[in-house]
């Protein structure tokens, strides 16, 4: 669908296209009332609300473990990080309204799997360190892709990143330091970051998307300015910043691959399964039925609140209220 | 066990038991806002219990951390209100609970925050602000809700009936409130359920819901003696204390 909007924007490159690419290209951002292409709102609306649907959904994995955190404390930080996660959903599904689609609607999407979000939740959290992993490699990994977000072409968009990008630098150090604590307890604690490093390395590694040869959207993204680097550009950035990071907790990358390649600069490193990556996308991961099956069940049981709200709203005949 | 001891582990355990609670709506509330309101409030409660416990440790002595008293205590220590180890039968009840405790946590707040005791004092005017909020919140709720839709109004009705006899529990009193009232420490037991009174028959009769007339009334989690519900909330929240004794987290 999305490579017939592509070719369909080439085809009928009028004068206002050539005028946004040229702002585009100036570095001037587009903000809500300016004309755009429709192949870049759609995109947009498909990539905002992806991302915003992965903070709802990323809530799941996170909240199985809020009631079971070992300390106070560490109930209270990942409380914190869950409702951040929660915001950030709200914030991205505000920057998707500006483009004329409602948060009903995105919803709707998601709920009938037309709209996607991050493949990682698909992917159960088992023990306490799989918090710390997922602090660690999946924050990190979200913000090697949206630090260039930032910079964004479209204003609300780029906005929203900034205000993102400073939480999730949060979540990084404090998923980190959990795992610090593990990897300095007892040997039990060890096992237990080593297995989840184990489980999250290659579901992170495919937080970047497919490679670049395979992956449709980047071109012309790219040229708009939604994205400013490419899946493998960012994958390999993560995997050099991670790399050190796990020697440091004495932790092994399972990856049998891996090597610094002094030439480069940077490590080699072996394929993900990209069948998998692709089975996931397609429904068929670990916890796909779940988590869809959780949105469903909040968005069903909470059918009542809302209309409940808004029949109150209409009584005092004030602007409606619901949301 | 000391008096003050066991009015910081009932006000602790309070927060500690409701804030497990809240927490499991954490991605599965109504509306997004929620969520975050849910996650906040929760927030909010664990602090609180961090505090109380804080003092609880330091005034018993025995070396003891607010963690050892959250995760290491069994059931029939553990002191809260059975009204917050309620569970989430629906968002109604989740609503309703908070209502009802936020209705007596409140006036209560309000007593601490000029209490003889410095270290309760400091932690009742540091927290007075978010329970304010709590209620301001959880009361607009309860009537938007109640005097809301067929269907919300019942849903309220009948988490109001089911959780109307736990609040005996929270306004329940012993020699303990004596004590802590005859010290200072604490407000006379009379004041907060005289509060509560009023706060729950306006607001509940704003919300159009009706105070069941029952002479049920449950009390007992002050004692230590619980809900069948307890159980599970603790075999669930202290699992890795338990599983890994001694680690460190
Ligand atoms: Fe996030
Ligand atoms: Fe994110
Ligand atoms: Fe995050």
Known sequence: MYAQLVESGKAETSEQDVAFQKRIDDGIRIEPKDWMPEGYRKTLIRQIGQHAHSEIVGQLPEGNWITRAPTLQRKAILLAKVQDEAGHGLYLYCAAETLGISRDEMTEQLLAGKAKYSSIFNYPTLTWADIGAIGWLVDGAAIMNQVPLQRCSYGPYSRAMIRICKEESFHQRQGFDIMRALVEGTEDQKAMAQDALNRWWWPSLMMFGPSDKDSVHSEQSMRWGIKQNTNDELRQKFVDQTVPQAEWLGLTVPDSELSWNEEKGGYDFGEPDWNEFMEVIKGNGPCNRERLEARQKAWDDGAWFREGLMAHAEKQSAPIAAE | ?249
Not at chain 2, 61 to 76: H, N, Q, S, V, Y
Not at chain 2, 174 to 183: C, F, L
């Open chain 2, 1 to 249: 066990m000391d008096a003050f001891v066991t009015f910081c582990l009932r006000m602790g355990d309070n927060a500690l038991i409701l804030g497990q609670r809240t927490a499991e709506w954490c991605g599965h509330a109504p509306v997004l806002e929620e969520d975050i309101a849910f996650a906040n409030m929760g927030l909010d409660l664990i602090g609180q219990t961090q505090l109380w416990y804080g003092l609880a440790a330091e005034a018993e002595g025995k070396g003891r951390t607010p963690d050892d008293l959250a995760f290491l205590r069994p059931e029939r220590q553990f002191l809260n209100s059975l009204l917050v180890e309620q569970p989430n039968t629906d968002f109604g009840h989740a609503l309703m609970r908070q209502y009802l405790f936020d209705a007596w946590h409140l006036p209560m707040q309000e007593e601490l925050a000029k209490s003889s005791h410095e270290g309760v004092r400091g932690l009742a005017q540091k927290t007075v602000k978010e329970v304010r909020y709590h209620l301001d919140r959880s009361r607009d709720l309860i009537v938007r809700l109640g005097d809301g839709s067929e269907e919300s109004h019942k849903r309220m009705q009948d988490a109001l009936d089911w959780l109307w006899p736990f609040t005996a529990d929270l306004l329940a009193t012993d020699e303990v409130d004596a004590q802590m009232a005859d010290e200072g420490i604490a407000p006379v037991p009379a004041l907060i359920a005289k509060a509560f009174d009023a706060e729950t028959q306006a607001t509940l009769a704003r919300a159009t819901l009706t105070i069941p007339e029952t002479r049920l009334r449950r009390t007992g989690g002050r004692d230590g003696i619980h809900t069948e519900h307890m159980g599970y909330i603790l075999a669930e929240m202290q699992s890795l204390q338990r599983t890994y004794p001694g680690a460190r987290w």
